[in-house]
């Protein structure tokens, strides 16, 4: 069987890690999406459930992959209850990457947002001055903080975790954080991931202070190749243009930080 | 500007239809907003086709929806989600710019009647009848199996409306040719021909079905051949203008479709494989087509091969 | 001797008949010499079909008759050129080994009988009726599309001979359920899903369809999707045994038409693109899919897509 | 328009040269078919009339190709006519090639089936002591003769003509002229194409001497690929298999030499 990158290839799970009560990494082989460019998504299908769109997580493993679930509908939450030895299908990897920069970066991320920063992580330069702000709502919904440190290990690097509820790190919004952060450093890059009103605040901060800002968008996806148009931002199409957009670039479109469109393409607010 | 934006010779007309550019967006692809269309014309399409839309809104099937089968075919059943007419129609008001031809799916003719009524205050240069979507229950295809149903519709519509009404037909259980007869005696003022082919995939290792819908409609260079076929077919036994549709990705397809009967072409698949500067390079290839063979219009090539 | 041939996992019922393996060469494919059939067989097909034989010897159409197309498809019209069945009957007398599924063509009842008599003496595995090719005037597609002629066909070849008959449908202008209906109401022993599809090129520097007659069969990859959802169709509204035929060219897209429902499977094309390893290749990818999947025969993998 | 072997290609021919009264050589460009192997051949479409079956003939010109016609049913009349500056379509190149021996070689060829023994002469070595006989009904029929003579400038060689009604060259048939050599001379190789019959001679000759011998068949073609069936010689498609053969395997086929299918697959006798 000739691998066809837009028809999905079976994998089996080798393995489950519970990152938090409702976050699970699943971990498989597939040399295509070990080597996926920080950002990239793949089209993960659950059989007899349904198709989505998730971001290639690191594996630490030569020739493995992972995804990084949170459950929440149906189709995640069927995603999050694979268990090792069932088969996932997957295609793609689909998207644009990180513009890497050098220097002093800022990553702000919320949830599973911090997957495609943790593949960013990999791809740094042992000389760039890394901060990383990652949100989460209470101390028991905070993961990947121990392996951002690990993979920062040989750069000048702060890990600020923010919860909403102040049980773990700073307490507030991660947008807070990097207010405040800003005040007195400028920083060369600035990357983000997360629920769109809180990259839509970073954007704007960034922006305001000069800042070069990506933001990686998450849209209602069916093809993922730029075909079925479910995924449009004004005239973008996430999955082809995107995933990730420049910060001017999105504060040019009305629809970014305010509305989405649902299965039948109408448009609600965020 | 593209140079082939400005050039008169790739105008072509479809009946009363006039367009810049041959090359039309087929319905369904990318076809839910107006930036998009906006986008898209501006890369070279003639015209763009909405997604098929419905009284109501509709979600569609769950994914997966859509994928690419071996032969650099498409396999989808996405169940028509789209937002419905009356959304839509609100959407594309603002619409200054761009031809575009309405997609409309129904049952009988109230819904289509219903659906025309929403556009009334809007630009839109035509309709197209989705009469051939392969795998959504009592919409689609069939409707275009049956022939009489097909013209109490397009009798309707012709009625309702005095913008030019083009008929989608494809290939299901009755004879096409027979639809495509109901709709011209109808008064239909075009004909796109053909949606995509009743298809289905499984996958071995899980065994299953692949669309959750289980089957779906085939799309992209496998249906070129069966396209062109039913294009010569339809132009060898009608004087209707034909829109060719079905595995278009590059000017000589094109050209094979004009030379089969077509006026104008349709392209779908061949986004998701070339994207959107796949127009403007057809457009292109179309034009040193015309100026090596010295021809000067697209009419002067269309059903040429009917000839031998 | 090939592990393959002497495997009883691949060994394969379609209803009373038995192959060894279940990879047959499809008819018009290589079919018109016994030797040539011996050499297939040796190189593991479980069976082969004849060349579509008609009462009298037909020259078939002018060339060009046989070429490909984009995305891995062949168009054909060769027009059904065949020997005759007199001729073939006297050719093959002196088979032994080779299991023979005799295709027949022609256009009323007696026509068969008329065929099925020639083969009295002659080691016929099973005939296949051809009701299902899409570019030869009053014969193969014009009859399948015609229920009730292919009851009475059904009938009288039933009733003139022992051998088992497989009926083998297409796509054409009427529903292809129908006359599978027909066929199983009137006796008929297994059918064989699908031939090639109505099809068309034009060459867009001469302007001119390519093939002789214009118009012809599309086969190969393009249609396999088109096909397994016909096997899938057929086996979800009636018991019959299916043998699925269209695009196969490798062991995934042979398990994907078992787990539609197939018991068999024929091989055309891809004849032409991988040669006649291509039995011994699928053959074996079977067995290792067999083996890692915990099945021991066939006939637990046929239609297990049905489930979903 | 990319290029499909197996598809027509259209081609627009450049030069016509009459070699006899009923023969022609037609030449056109093209990279693929002016590159192929000894022995090759393609399907050539008529527009509007047919496509037969030809040998590839070698051009002197670099990027260009030709084919050698003899005008004969409708179909070979029709190519033969063919102007200037109007197109046939090409598919292929097919078929395999002469295994090309050193030493002492001979090549036997009668009327077009000159053909492929002309590119064959094209890849011999400087080393190689050439005979070439070749046979036409009468004087006016002959043709390549100086053509061939120039392609073995460098080589110890002689080219013989044979005409059957001895108006020109010796009078007979090649294979008389190839029993006499063989009386004294022990060819390394001995390569053979033409009327059939010619080569069932000849592949005798040879093999009773037990030198190594190849002949070039041609039968009734369609699909070129081993698709249709209608060019076998017992189990061989000589499309595929061949069309170049080992005299010993031939003369294990019964009906190599004796007999050929026609159009309806029927056996006809030679
Ligand atoms: C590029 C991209 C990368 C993503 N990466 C991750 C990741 O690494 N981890 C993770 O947990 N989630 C990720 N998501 C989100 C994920 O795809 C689902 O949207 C989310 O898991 C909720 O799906 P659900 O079907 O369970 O919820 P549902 O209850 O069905 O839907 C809840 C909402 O999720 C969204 N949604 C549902 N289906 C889709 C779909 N096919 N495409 C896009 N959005 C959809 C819609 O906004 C919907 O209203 C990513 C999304 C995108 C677009
Ligand atoms: C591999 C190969 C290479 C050839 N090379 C040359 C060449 O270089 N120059 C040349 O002049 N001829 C060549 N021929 C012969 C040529 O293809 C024609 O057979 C011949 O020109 C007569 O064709 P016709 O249609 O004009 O005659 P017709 O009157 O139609 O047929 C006369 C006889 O020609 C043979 N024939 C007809 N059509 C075909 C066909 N499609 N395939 C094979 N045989 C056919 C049949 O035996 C037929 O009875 C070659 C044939 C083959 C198989
Ligand atoms: C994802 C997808 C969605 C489609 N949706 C519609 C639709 O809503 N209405 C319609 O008439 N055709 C629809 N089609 C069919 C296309 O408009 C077109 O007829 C078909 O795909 C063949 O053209 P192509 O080979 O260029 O894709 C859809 C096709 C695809 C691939
Ligand atoms: C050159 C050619 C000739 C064919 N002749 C016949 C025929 O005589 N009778 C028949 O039933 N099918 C005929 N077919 C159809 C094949 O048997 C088969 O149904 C079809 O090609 C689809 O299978 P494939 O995709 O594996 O080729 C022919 C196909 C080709 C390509
Ligand atoms: S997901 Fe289909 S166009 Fe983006
Ligand atoms: S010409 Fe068709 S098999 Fe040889």
Known sequence: ?270 | MLETKVNSSLCTFIGSIKLERPTILASGILGISLDVFNRIYHAGAGAVVTKSLSKEPWEGYANPTIFSVKGDGWLNAVGLSNPGAPNFAKMIESNKDVPIIVSLVGSIEDDFEFMIKQFENTKVLAYELNLSCPHVAKVGLEVGDDPELVKKIVKTVKSSTDVPVIAKVGLGTTNYLDTVDAACKAGIDAITAINTLRAMAIDVETKRPILSNKIGGLSGTPIKPIAVRCVYEISSQHKIPIIGCGGISSWDDAIEFILAGASAIQIGSAVGDNWIQVFDEINKGILQYMEKNGFSKIEEMVGLAKKF
């Open chain 1, 1 to 270: 069987m000739q691998r066809n990158s837009n028809h999905p290839t079976i994998c089996k799970i080798e393995k489950v890690v519970d990152e938090t009560p409702t976050v699970r990494t699943l971990t498989f082989s597939d040399d295509v999406l070990s080597n996926v460019l920080p950002g990239q998504f793949a089209m993960v299908w659950i059989p007899g459930v349904n198709e989505l769109p998730m971001s290639v997580m690191v594996s630490e493993e030569k020739g493995k992959a992972a995804f990084t679930i949170r459950k929440y509908g149906e189709a995640s939450t069927a995603l999050y209850n694979v268990k090792v030895g069932e088969p996932i299908g997957i295609r793609g990897p689909y998207g644009n990457s990180f513009r890497i920069k050098e220097g002093k970066l800022l990553l702000v991320g919320g949830g599973t947002g911090l997957v495609p920063l943790m593949r960013l992580l990999t791809g740094i330069k042992p000389s760039d001055d890394v901060t990383l702000i990652m949100g989460a709502k209470t101390q028991s919904e905070v993961f990947f903080e121990d392996y951002a440190n690990k993979l920062l290990d040989h750069n000048t690097h702060q890990v600020i975790v923010a919860t909403e509820d102040g049980s773990y790190g700073q307490s507030g919004l991660v947008t807070d954080v990097m207010d405040n952060l800003c005040q007195n450093t400028k920083f060369d890059a600035v990357y983000t991931c997360g629920p769109e009103l809180m990259m839509s605040k970073v954007v704007k901060i960034a922006t305001l202070k000069e800042m070069f800002v990506q933001a990686s968008l998450e849209r209602m996806m069916k093809c993922g190749v730029g075909i079925c148009g479910s995924c449009c931002v004004n005239d973008d199409l996430v999955c082809k243009d995107g995933t990730i957009f420049d910060g001017k670039h999105l504060l040019s479109k009305s629809e970014f930080g305010h509305t989405h469109r649902n299965k039948a393409g109408i448009l609600e607010a965020y």
